[in-house]
């Protein structure tokens, strides 16, 4: 396939990179001029765009995006697949399609979860929302950069089970770190914490596969400095998305909103740049937010 790829920052430069691996003929823009081995390198959003049988966007966030559809999809061949895999908001996630179906293009929206990491070994999950010829147009290229394709729905329904997930997910291990602060109070080793929860009714992924106790549980970014992994602030933007989703829809999220307001503090103070995890040295280290002090 003749494939354009716009944004070519952290997880775009190595997605685009296994296409062209895979034999694709890939043209690659970014507005910070990244070259990418095997990419030939495109002047502009449009240059990529224009013509190609598929294009995809890995971008920042929501008002990035649309002002790129506004500047490509008039360019982009009818009956052609347009794949956003950036993460941003349901509501510019719909307009992107909108914009693409008036010009007779497909169109996915495809966030991803698995990382940097997952980017460069292949092995992404896609969580996409679109008509089922949209999503089976893009599959092939989904099948190379990732593991996995869910077809979550229709317009927004990829970036709505992405958000939902991660929102889970924030929830998830700020209540795991708070019980590991606890049972330090208490005097309960780690260990033995683990051993319990990763067997009982208190057992999920951010305990069993992802533990944020150094030395507990599988190797995980608390073994390793808490370097991410899944970065703090990056939790964050999903967060904030979960809970403008939920203000648009007006559905009662309070965990995610609480959630949101700990991540930001934790961001501010000192978070940016470590991994999620390292929620739980936050709260044992300055026995912020225990909400009882
Ligand atoms: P990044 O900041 O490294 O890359 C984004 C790239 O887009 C940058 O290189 C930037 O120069 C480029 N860009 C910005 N505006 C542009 C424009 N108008 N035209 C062309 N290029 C433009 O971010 P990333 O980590 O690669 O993440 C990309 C998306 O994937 C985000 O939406 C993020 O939330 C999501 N995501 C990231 C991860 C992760 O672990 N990094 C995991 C899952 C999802």
New binding site residues.
Partial sequence: MDIGF????????PMVQNLAKAGHRVAG????G?AVEGVESAGS?KEAANGRDAVI?????GA?LQ??YD?IVPGGRAGSVFID????DVESARAAHELAGKSGLLSVDA??????G??AAGT?TFMAGGSRQSFDAARPLFDIMGQKAAHCGGPGAGQAA?ICNNMILGISMIGVCEAFALGDKLELDRQKLFDVVSTSSGSCWSVNTYCPAPGVGPDSPADNGYR?G??AE?ML??LLLSQQAAGAADAATPMGALASTLYKAFVEDGGKGQDFSAMLPHLTQRGFGSGNE
């Fill in positions: 716009i944004g070519l920052g952290n997880m775009g430069a823009f970014d507005v910070a990244v959003a966007t890995m971008l920042p966030n990035i002002s790129v500047d895999c950036s993460t941003v966030p991803v979860s698995g990382g940097i997952g980017a992404l992405k991410p899944f970065a990056l933007k999903d």
